[in-house]
């Protein structure tokens, strides 16, 4: 699986950094190419002579290379990487990351990578647990990084507890499967909406919701993880797509998102509709400010298109369409209502009952009604596990 990937390794100061170079030759004998960058502070523990033997590779170690002032490229170091692999990857390299700082060739690389990040930590049990340190890994996480989690044990300090970097040969395992993957949904195309959507009243007024967009674009990244071709429609919304396999469109009204899922949902095997849609707009819409007069004013609204529901109708035999279902009461009811008015092969069921569930928050607690009538429920995690949730159920339904 490994054969031709190109794994760029970011080595910083660490004594675990010592354990890059059975990394490297692991890579190296599986048939990948390695490059790798290095800190100042990682020459401390590790040669760059060695890992340039063991990669076959020169190894990057400053933004100048020599003495003619040659520049050594981290724009092209961060876009040759199919995977950037921060290892170890320390609390002052883990902060600088989070917080956008580039005073060195390795942080200038994962700002300039396109790739997916991974990061293995290594350091004492206090810095780990140091809230600073959590909150920077969580920041990390929020990129969209991924962390390689510290093993617990004995520590350089003479400590023992959380903070030893992860072994090489557990490294090597989660960028193989990391690859493996990649491979589950290659060749497909997957069509996402997210966000709200904002019917216009006038100039500055419209009828929108409270979504965020986080729930839809978290899926569009789980599908594009797994090597899918996402193309994501989405309503207004802050969020950003972490992935390059990810196309976005931006729409603001109903209407808009129902014309763009039209004219791409024929090229499509996978449609996910998360967006939350406006379900009637204005008849008229003012070309000026409506003027504040009298106690009531009257807005006639009609009603949008089933942007699910037309797709439904126009569904073939080898697409799988997914829907969502946000619902205050008799939630199960209305979900399976939906389900198999709008022709779905599941929706995903989630309630502003439950705490932490619904719009805006980093977290959902969803339930996974199918067409065949099997329910799976789920706990309160984070938008981004969900997502990885209903990204298996997919897989699952593709591979039976
Ligand atoms: O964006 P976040 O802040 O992360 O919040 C996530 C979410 C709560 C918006 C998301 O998890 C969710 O539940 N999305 C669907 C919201 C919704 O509009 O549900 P609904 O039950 O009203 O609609 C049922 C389904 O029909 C949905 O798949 C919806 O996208 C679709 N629909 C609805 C109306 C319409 N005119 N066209 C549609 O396609």
Known sequence: MLEGRKILIGISGSIA???????????????????????????????????????????????????????????????????????????????????????????????????????????DLDMLAHTATQKNIAILQGFGNNLIEPNSGELASGLEGKGRMAEPEEIFQCINSFFNKQQLLKGKTVLITAGPTYEHIDPVRFIGNHSSGKMGFAIADAMAAHGAKVILIAGPSSQQAKNTHITRINVTSAAEMFEECLKVYSKTEIAILCAAVADYAPVQVSTSKIKKAGNLLNIELHQTKDILKELGKLKKKKQLLIGFALETDNEEANALKKMKEKNLDFIVLNSLNDKGAGFGFDTNQISILHHNGTKKSFGLKPKKDVAQDIVEQIIQLLHV
């Open 17 to 123: 950094a010592y354990k890059i170079a059975t990394l490297t030759r692991l890579f190296v004998k599986a048939g990948a190419q390695v490059k790798v960058v290095m800190t100042p502070a990682a020459h401390d523990f590790v040669t760059p002579v060695t890992l340039a033997t063991l990669s076959k590779n020169p190894v990057n170690t400053a933004f100048v290379k020599n003495n003619a002032g040659e520049w050594t490229n981290h724009v092209e170091l961060g876009l040759w990487a199919d995977v950037f692999l921060i290892a170890p990857a320390s609390a002052n390299t883990i902060a600088k990351m989070a917080h956008g700082i580039c005073d060195n060739l390795l942080l200038a690389t994962y700002l300039s990578a396109r790739c997916p990040v991974m990061f293995a930590p290594a350091m």
